[in-house]
């Protein structure tokens, strides 16, 4: 199965599974935009395909977004996978931090399918990656956890305005993933409790079942069969990579 002639939008498409989406889909046959707000990071990733090229956007700004889809156009799929996070007490949250972590894992969700809904003429696929924190709770980061149920939340009202369409709206929830984000989380785990990088790092694992940290490409893999033939019915769900953890 390919996906010839199907235009992609990816946004956090420069580094981690961001990045690997956008190859996966260019070499599926698709063309892929990615956007983000380091040029760098995506040039790097555009790079790798010559189906993939890069639009520079932050999705937390409504007049950045609406810019991109007027210069870009439609898109058939879009996938919103910019995201951030962050750890820490609730009684330690400051409001910038609160607020930082809604606008680029919530609003930036919602502007995003916003104007990708509004240029869909038809067939289309929007997808949020969001996080098994969309679904449960995850101690010391609750603005994280707030900010990706939302999300949630958002994937499955809109599921149901759509549902009469040839569109579906579906959120992937990995687990702990081995990206450059996640590289963070250990040195955060390692600075606040005096553990080595390897003793943080199985400290995620130890979130797993498997007593692994997920790959990049389970999520891609994940991505491009809700856009295959065959997943009409798949619609509103937040579908968890996470070993069975929930």
Known sequence: MTLDNKKVLVTGGGTGVGADIAAGFA?????VVICGRRADALAATAARHERIRLHVCDVTHETSVIEMFAVQGGFDIVITNAGQAASA???KTSLEQWNTMLDVNLTGTFLVFREGLRYIRGWGRLISVCSTAGVKGYARAAPYAAA?????GLTRSLALEVARSPVTVNAICPGFLDTDMTDETLR???EKTGRNREEARAALEAFNPQNRLFQPREVTATALWLCYPGTEGVNGQAITISGGEV
């Open 89 to 91: 007490s609730l009684a």
């Open 188 to 190: 955060t785990i390692s």
């Open 27 to 31: 070499s599926a046959g698709a063309d």
């Open 148 to 152: 990706k149920h939302g999300v949630v």
